[in-house]
């Protein structure tokens, strides 16, 4: 089965960005011995990122399609959490392999992309303008959000890039109070990160993404030429 995958991995990839997947798993009949490539069912758990209630099935269905059509054979999707039965779902957990998940670049491009959103959306603003437009306190609140949410599944990723980055477990604590304390945020607290704890994270990440090697090999030749 790796070397299917190897074979097949550019339009995995392709797929899984395409469906909003973020993590990928085979499981079950593809992992054993007697797998056989045309011939065998392939069964594969997927986690797929934040989807609208009402686009879940038709993406879920697309992606079942496209599977069959890259592997060009009958492929079983099973979403992450759906398997009820605690005995089944055990042995998913246990057997299961994961190939796939997004790329590290692309949380830090979520970034990057939200921070000049907010730099754009502030530019020219004062504070005292700022109180008073909540259509614009809430667009900056919920870019916080994202950071917060991309920085987060960094830190599952790769708790070195994740350590690196000054103040991301209070970005990611942040997170969590806009989202679950709304009633409690402070106007001219959330306007003064714009200009400090903002640029700071946008030059780290910036840093990073602008190394111009893969992210698979940001530990081993990236690490170095920071610290130096």
């Known amino acids: 089965m790796s070397v299917l995958i190897d074979e097949k991995l550019e339009k995995i990839v392709a797929a899984c960005q395409r469906y909003g997947i973020e993590r990928l798993f085979v499981f079950c009949s593809a992992l054993r011995d007697d797998f056989m490539p045309g011939e065998s069912d392939i069964d594969l758990l997927v986690e797929f990122g934040p989807l609208e209630i009402t686009k879940r099935f038709h ?35 246990r057997t299961k392999s994961w190939f796939m998940v997004r790329d ?15 730099e754009d959306v502030i530019c020219g603003i004062s504070l005292e303008e700022y109180r008073s437009m909540r259509a614009v306190r809430s667009a900056e609140e919920r870019e916080f959000i994202i950071i917060g949410e991309a920085l987060r599944r960094v830190s599952a990723l790769d708790e070195r890039l994740f350590d690196y980055i000054s103040n991301s477990r209070p970005i990611v604590d942040f997170r969590n109070f806009l989202a679950h ?17 903002l640029i700071v994270l946008k030059g780290q990440a910036n840093k990073v993404w602008s190394s111009e090697l893969p992210m698979s090999c940001w530990i081993l030749y990236i690490w170095p030429k920071i610290f130096s």
Do not use: H, P, W
């Open 59 to 93: 993406v879920y269905l697309d992606a079942c399609e496209a599977f069959r059509n890259i592997f060009q054979a009958d492929v079983e999707l099973v979403m992450q959490g759906a398997v009820k039965n605690k005995v089944i779902a055990s042995e998913i957990d």
């Open 181 to 197: 304390d709304y009633g409690a945020v402070d106007d001219d607290a959330v306007f003064g990160l714009v200009y400090s704890d």
């Open 104 to 118: 590290l670049s692309a949380y830090l491009q979520d970034v990057l992309e939200t921070c000049n959103v907010i």
